[in-house]
C-alpha cells in the first residue's frame, strides 16, 4: 500500500502508555478545536470536562472551570474515539494495537475459543485497558471453523457441513449461550482464500431468517458477510441489521437495503491490503483478485451514498503485528469513493455508533457521553490523513496515550 497512508507511530506506544492507576476525577480539556461527530465543521477555542468517565459539559475555553486536570491541547482537534466495525481481534496485544491506533469500540466478526468474549469481559472489569468490545463469537457459516467443534462437541454431527434452518438455528444458539453481542453469518464465500470465490452464494433467505429470528429472540442483531450480490440480497431478505464488503451488490439490491434500513460496512480498504505484499494478505491469487474487486467495491460505495444507504468504516483487520491497516485508511478509502471528510469521519464515530445500537453513550461528543476521545495535529476535514497522526487516546475518561509534548524541562 502507498505509504502515504501507511504512517502511524506504533512504536512509540510502549513507552508512552501511562501508568494504568485510575484516572483523576475531572479532566478538563482545553483550548481545543472540537469535531463532535454532528456539526458539519469544527468548533473553535472549546473546553471538554470529564468527570469520572463522562463528558459532563462543553463550553468556552474562557469558561472552563479552575477545578480538574487540566490538558492544554493548544489548538489541536479533538474527536470522538473511532469505531473500527468489523475486526478479527482474538489476543490483549491486538486490542493494544487497535486502542493506541485511536480506535476506542470494536466489533468483533469471528474469532476462535470466544477469545472475544473474554477480551470483553476483562475490558469490562477494567483489567485491561482496550477498545470497548462486541463479540461475535464463531461465523455462523456452511462449514464452520473446526476450532468451534472443540468447544461445542454437542454441534460435531455437522462437521461435514450446516445446512437447512434447524442447523443453522443450532450453531446461532450455541453462539448466543456464550453471551455474544452479535451473530456474524457468512452468505457467500470469502474473499481473502485463493481457492473460494466471493460471488457465490452459501446461504437460503430461509436459512438466513432462521439465524436472524434464533438471534433476535434474545435480541442480538445479525451481520451477513457478503460480497457476492444474490447472497447480499438473500440477507437483506432475512433480516439482517449489516452487509460487510458488498463488492459486487447491484442498485436494486442497495435499494433494498435502503428500504430495509440496512447498514452497508464496505471495508474498501482490506481490498487494497489484498493487492499489496505483506499485511494481513501476502499472495499472488489475492493480489489479481484485488485489482478487479477495488473498483467493484468503490462503486458500490459511491452509489450506497447517492441513494442514501448508511455507511460505515471498518478495517476486517486483526491487528497482528505483521497487520499494517488501520482504520484511518479505511476512512481516508472512503473519501476516494465519494464521501466527504466529514462523512468519512461520521463513517467511523456517530453512524458506526448507531448501526452498533450504542450512539446513546459514545460516537459523538456531547454532554453524557462517555468520554472516548482522540487528538489530532491538524484538521483532518482539510486533510484527511492528518487523522493518521494520533496524539492522544482517551477511554473512559482515562488517557492511555499521551503524545502532545516532547519537550525538556
Known amino acids: 500500500m502507498n505509504l502515504s497512508i501507511r504512517i502511524l507511530s506504533y512504536g512509540l506506544c510502549a513507552f508512552l502508555l501511562l501508568p494504568s ?52 491541547l493548544r489548538g489541536k482537534y479533538l474527536l470522538p474515539g473511532l469505531i473500527d466495525a468489523h475486526v478479527h481481534v482474538a489476543s490483549v496485544a491486538q486490542a493494544h494495537k487497535a486502542l ?3 480506535v476506542t469500540t470494536i466489533r468483533s466478526m469471528g474469532v476462535s475459543h470466544y477469545a472475544d468474549v473474554g477480551l470483553r469481559e476483562l475490558t469490562q472489569k477494567k483489567i485491561i485497558d482496550a477498545p470497548e468490545i462486541l463479540s461475535a463469537g464463531y461465523h455462523v457459516r456452511s462449514h464452520p471453523s473446526r476450532e468451534m467443534f472443540m468447544d461445542e462437541p454437542s454441534l460435531s454431527d455437522l462437521w461435514s457441513g450446516v445446512k437447512g434452518a434447524g442447523a443453522y438455528r443450532r450453531v446461532t444458539a450455541a453462539n448466543l449461550e456464550r453471551s455474544v453481542d452479535w451473530i456474524k ?33 434474545r435480541g442480538v442483531p445479525v451481520a451477513s458477510h457478503a460480497h457476492g450480490d444474490e447472497g447480499a ?18 442498485e436494486d439490491t442497495l435499494r433494498l437495503m435502503k428500504t430495509h434500513g440496512t447498514y452497508l460496512v464496505p471495508t474498501v480498504a482490506v481490498v487494497q491490503d489484498l493487492m499489496d505484499a505483506g499485511g494481513d494478505y501476502d499472495d499472488p491469487v489475492l493480489q489479481v483478485r484485488g485489482r478487479h474487486m477495488l473498483p467493484r467495491v468503490m462503486e458500490t460505495v459511491a452509489t450506497a451514498k447517492r441513494l442514501g444507504v448508511p455507511i460505515v468504516a471498518a478495517t476486517d483487520t486483526s491487528y497482528r503485528a505483521n497487520s499494517t491497516l488501520t482504520l484511518q485508511h479505511d476512512i481516508e478509502a472512503l473519501t476516494k469513493c465519494g464521501l466527504t471528510p466529514m462523512e468519512a ?13 450504542i450512539d446513546e453513550r459514545t460516537g459523538s461528543i456531547q454532554k453524557g457521553r ?25 477511554i473512559d475518561g482515562k488517557v492511555v496515550l499521551d503524545r502532545l509534548s516532547f519537550g525538556l524541562e
Open 21 to 72: 492507576a485510575p484516572s483523576a476525577q475531572t479532566l478538563v480539556f482545553t483550548n481545543a478545536n472540537v469535531i463532535d461527530g454532528i456539526a458539519s465543521t469544527p468548533a473553535e477555542g472549546r473546553a471538554v470536562i470529564v468527570r469520572d468517565g463522562h463528558i459532563v459539559d462543553i463550553v468556552d475555553v474562557g469558561q472552563a472551570p479552575a477545578d480538574g486536570e487540566r490538558i492544554d
Open 100 to 102: 493506541f491506533s485511536g
Open 185 to 217: 453469518i457468512t452468505t457467500t464465500e470469502r474473499a481473502g482464500l485463493p481457492d473460494t470465490d466471493p460471488r457465490k452464494q452459501t446461504m437460503t433467505r430461509e436459512e438466513v431468517q432462521a439465524v436472524v429470528d434464533e438471534a433476535e429472540s
Open 233 to 250: 440480497r438473500a440477507a437483506v431478505l432475512g433480516g439482517v441489521r449489516t452487509i460487510e464488503h458488498g463488492t459486487y451488490l447491484s
Open 345 to 357: 469521519i461520521q463513517a467511523a464515530t456517530r453512524v458506526a455508533a448507531e448501526m452498533l445500537r
Open 370 to 394: 462517555e468520554a472516548d476521545l482522540i487528538v489530532v495535529d491538524q484538521n483532518p476535514l482539510d486533510n484527511i490523513l492528518s487523522l493518521q497522526d494520533v496524539l492522544m487516546v482517551v
